[in-house]
T-cell receptor
């Protein structure tokens, strides 16, 4: 069955450092992958989308890579800030509107 | 970005009663909306895909008679949890997409349902 794995443990980093989150998937060939941010008690908020033919995507302090050979996406936040503390979800889809979500990684940026 | 409004944000109901949750796309038309359920520290689990003007498509293991979905207009989908039980307590989230396959989904703020 399709499976998406994200760092299950919380990730704590110091303010100003780069946070790197991982999303690995198996038994799936997504056409595109998305990253979302979710704050406690709230719905997810879209951050970035990357397609299978793209290696890297950037938006301000955010960078996403997509390696279809390794079946992995990395999500980077540079110059991290305490306000970046949240749970980050990756979601995969192919050919339909349906998304499969990972369990999310909780990031905490320490001041 | 597009806005999806979900109402109510919190609801407490008694066992055996039904609860209706609304999901509205405020500034775009959504022919398709999605309903998710999320348990604490767990992933979003897709429950069903709501199609305007037709029957919803339910994921395997989701009881369609338990979770009634109606998508009567291009801007409104509703999820009704019928004969609610404590195990139905959860965080329910809807999402909608702007027309086009590879676009991001916009999510509502979620509804925290507690059945007592």
């Amino acid at each position: 069955s399709q499976k998406i794995e994200q760092n299950s443990e919380a990730l704590n980093i110091q303010e100003g450092k780069t946070a790197t989150l991982t999303c690995n998937y198996t038994n799936y060939s997504p056409a595109y992958l998305q990253w979302y941010r979710q704050d406690p008690g709230r719905g997810p908020v879209f951050l970035l989308l990357i397609r299978e033919n793209e290696k890297e995507k950037r938006k301000e302090r955010l960078k996403v890579t997509f390696d279809t050979t390794l079946k992995q996406s990395l999500f980077h936040i540079t110059a991290s800030q305490p306000a970046d503390s949240a749970t980050y979800l990756c979601a995969l889809a192919r050919g339909t509107y349906k998304y499969i979500f990972g369990t999310g990684t909780r990031l905490k940026v320490l001041a | 970005g597009a806005v999806v409004s979900q109402h109510p944000s919190r609801v407490i109901c008694k066992s055996g009663t039904s609860v209706k949750i609304e999901c509205r796309s405020l500034d775009f038309q959504a022919t398709t909306m999605f309903w998710y359920r999320q348990f604490p520290k767990k992933s979003l689990m897709l429950m069903a895909t709501s199609n305007e003007g037709s029957k919803a498509t339910y994921e395997q293991g989701v009881e369609k008679d338990k979770f009634l979905i109606n998508h009567a207009s291009l801007t409104l989908s509703t999820l009704t949890v019928t004969s609610a039980h404590p195990e139905d307590s959860s965080f329910y989230i809807c999402s909608a997409r702007v027309q086009g396959v590879d676009t991001e989904a916009f999510f509502g703020q979620g509804t925290r349902l507690t059945v007592v």
